[in-house]
């Protein structure tokens, strides 16, 4: 992977962004961004599939349809997986850093996991029957202002705040929340953690630090992905991963993500062990 901005600066600038200028992006930029999309990969062995779509071939708008919630967009990126047992979060890190490389790039994204038409795009973007497209994001010049939806939205899923630590980080056991001392130089990349973005803000990520490991979970809201064929969830804590992981590189904290190392521990409802990472 060739990231060569600072992670923190584009954590802080990102935000999902519904409302963009006519001007499309130019070639030049576009190439760019195809050519760092080429150097991704992620830390759960899964493949992940990136396609393009421009105002060329966005024909009938109504097809790819965003219902509103996106205006003015002139270019899409989509990203698709064949089923695979950690493919979702996979797709979750490697997105997640191209919206990461856009933000810090001058340019607007915003991850669309529901309020699209997945068969539409699909076809427009050409993906075989046998992938999956959970999420697609346009990208472009952002708006000056917001649009009515767009500014709705935000209010409503309270797109500008997150979880305190006492919520979603600790140590032992889940009823001993972890403080920013206690996580020593781990504090900066569970703090970028934190910031993400995550499907309707849920925020359903939690970590819990044991014998020196840190497990990551999934804090899963019942019902939630009840119109999806998979759990959307899952692609959040690919997104926690991807800003955990290139904060610790950034900070020179050297470490890796394994999948078997499940802690012994009660869980409380509806709380589902996803990966834990080690520090080298
Ligand atoms: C997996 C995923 C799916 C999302 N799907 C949609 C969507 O379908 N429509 C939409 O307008 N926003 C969608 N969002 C954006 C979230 O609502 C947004 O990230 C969250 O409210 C936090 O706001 P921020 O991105 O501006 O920080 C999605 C985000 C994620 C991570």
Request: hydrophobic share 40%; net charge negative; proline share 5%.
């Amino acid at each position: 992977m060739n990231i060569h901005f600072s992670i923190e600066e584009a954590v802080r600038k990102r935000y999902s962004v519904r409302n963009y200028l006519d001007r499309p992006v130019e070639e030049g930029r576009e190439s760019e961004l195809k050519a760092f999309v080429e150097t991704l990969d992620n830390p759960f062995g899964e493949e992940v599939f990136f396609h393009y779509l421009d105002s060329k071939s966005l024909g009938d708008r109504r097809k790819i349809g965003t219902y509103g919630v996106i205006k003015g967009a002139k270019q899409y990126i989509g990203a698709s997986i064949k089923a695979g047992k950690m493919a979702l979060e996979a797709l979750g890190y490697e997105m997640e850093t191209v919206m990461l490389h856009l933000a810090q790039a001058g340019l607007g994204s915003c991850w669309l996991g529901g309020t699209f038409n997945r068969k539409g795009f699909a076809k427009a973007m050409d993906i075989a029957d046998d992938l999956i497209v959970p999420a697609v994001s346009p990208y472009g010049y952002v708006a000056p202002k917001m649009h009515g939806t767009e500014s709705l939205m935000r209010k409503v899923i309270r797109a500008d705040h997150r979880k305190p630590w006492v919520h979603l980080f600790f140590t032992d056991d889940f009823s001993s929340p972890l403080t920013k001392q206690a996580a020593e130089e781990i504090a900066f990349p569970l703090e970028m953690l934190r910031l993400g973005p995550s499907a309707s803000n849920k925020q359903p990520w939690r970590v819990l630090l044991k014998n020196g490991v840190w497990h990551f979970f999934e804090q899963r809201v019942p019902g939630y992905s009840a119109a999806f064929p998979y759990d959307i969830q899952r692609i959040d804590m690919g997104i926690a991963a991807a800003h955990f992981d290139h904060s610790a590189e950034e900070t020179g904290i050297k470490g890796h993500f394994v999948l078997d190392r499940e802690p012994e521990l009660a869980l409380p409802e509806h709380m589902e062990y996803a990966y834990s990472w080690v520090r080298e």
